[in-house]
Every structure is written in C-alpha cells, then in structure tokens.
C-alpha cells in the first residue's frame, strides 16, 4: 500500500527566502506525481505534475524534482511571497487508474 | 480550461436525511471521476473511483450502500450520501480526467456538509 509523507507538517519563513518542501513516498511503482496547493476551505489547484519518466518540472517560481528510485519529490520556491501561503499537498498516482495518494501536506506561511 | 465545478459549494442537513453532491467538467470531456473526502487537518482520501457508463470502484471501508455514486454522462458525476450522520460530515472533493492515465486530475472546489 502507498504511503506518502510530507514533513513538517508547518513551515514559517521571512518573505524572499527560497524554501524547498519534501515529499517520500513507499513504493517507486508511480505513475506520476503531482503538487498541488490548498487555501483553506477550498478545493486544489494544481501546481506541477511529472511524469515517472521524468525528473523535473518548472513553472515560474516553482520547481518539482522526482527521484522515483529514492522515493523522493521536492518542490523548490523561489523568492517565497506572503500570497504563497497555503497547505501544499503532494500526491502520487499509481495503478492502472493512476488513482492519487495524498501526503497529509506542509502549510506554509510567509511572513510580510 | 479544464473546470471542474461542484454544486451545492455547502450544505447542512439533519441526520437520517440524504444529500446529492454534483461534480461537472465544463470544458472537456471526463472519461474518469474520482470522489475524495477530507477531514480537518487530515489529507484527502480517495473514497471511489468512477468511469463512465459503468459501476464506481469503491476503495476499502467506504460503503457503497451508503455513499451511491452516479457517472451516467461524460461530464456529470453525483455522489449522494444515504440516511447522513453526524460522522460524515467531511469536505468532500470531486476529480476530474480525460481517458489517459497519464493525464493531470482536475479539482472541483469541493463541498462541506455539516450534518445535525
């Protein structure tokens, strides 16, 4: 059974700082993986997703590493702004549906 | 593109009482739905998985009796919680993807039901 953990569960950091969030996972057989963010009370946006074969993907500020073998995701934010606060949840899809594994997520705080 | 809307955005019902949740793709078409819950400071939790035109793969310890899931067009999927009770109030999530496994899951906002 997959298991996902994202650890801490809170991060506080000073505005402008550069901040990388972890996520592992148990078993390497994924599909793909994906970070996505949660404001509280509301639904998930996705952020990044990367495919098994894939290592890494960037979209603006943000950038998703996947070490399939390790277990392992970052997701790396550059320039934090207090606007990036929210719970950023990691997920990965295994099985034929490709059917998402949530990480209990890390929320994040930018402080002014 | 790629919205996934839920409609009711709340409810709140009395115990005993059933509740129909809608999740709609406006954009494209979802060969796939997913339902998820997600309880206060907990992670979200895949409760079934649904396919178009066929039966809901429910994952286990969630009861099918009670939590009926309907995928009967490409882009409407409901999830209607039988006879509620206090414990199930939850926020409850739906997903939404085109036929490739490979593909991105899109979230609806979600819908809190609070039951009495």
């Known amino acids: 059974k997959q298991e996902v953990t994202q650890i801490p569960a809170a991060l506080s950091v000073p505005e402008g700082e550069n901040l990388v969030l972890n996520c592992s996972f148990t078993d390497s057989a994924i599909y793909n993986l994906q970070w996505f963010r949660q404001d509280p009370g509301k639904g998930l946006t996705s952020l990044l997703l990367?495919?098994?074969?894939?290592r890494e993907q960037t979209s603006g500020r943000l950038n998703a590493s996947l070490d399939k073998s390790s277990g392992r995701s970052t997701l790396y934010i550059a320039a934090s702004q207090p606007g990036d606060s929210a719970t950023y949840l990691c997920a990965v899809g295994t099985g034929a549906n490709s059917k998402l594994t949530f990480g209990k997520g890390i929320t994040l705080s930018v402080r002014p | 593109g790629a919205v996934v809307s839920q409609h009711p955005s709340w409810v709140i019902c009395k115990s005993g009482t059933s509740v129909k949740i809608e999740c709609r793709s406006l954009d494209f078409q979802a060969t796939t739905m997913f339902w998820y819950r997600q309880f206060p400071k907990q992670s979200l939790m895949l409760m079934a998985t649904?396919?178009?035109?066929?039966?809901?793969?429910?994952e286990q310890g969630v009861e099918k009796d009670k939590f009926l899931i309907n995928h009967a067009s490409l882009t409407l999927s409901t999830l209607t919680v039988t006879s509620a009770h206090p414990e199930d109030s939850s926020f409850y999530i739906c997903?939404?993807?085109?036929?490739?496994?490979?593909?991105?899951?899109?979230f609806g906002p979600g819908t809190r039901l609070l039951v009495l």
């Open positions: 649904s396919n178009e035109g066929s039966k809901a793969t429910y």
């Open positions: 997903s939404a993807r085109t036929g490739l496994a490979k593909e991105t899951q899109y």
């Open positions: 990367i495919q098994s074969s894939q």
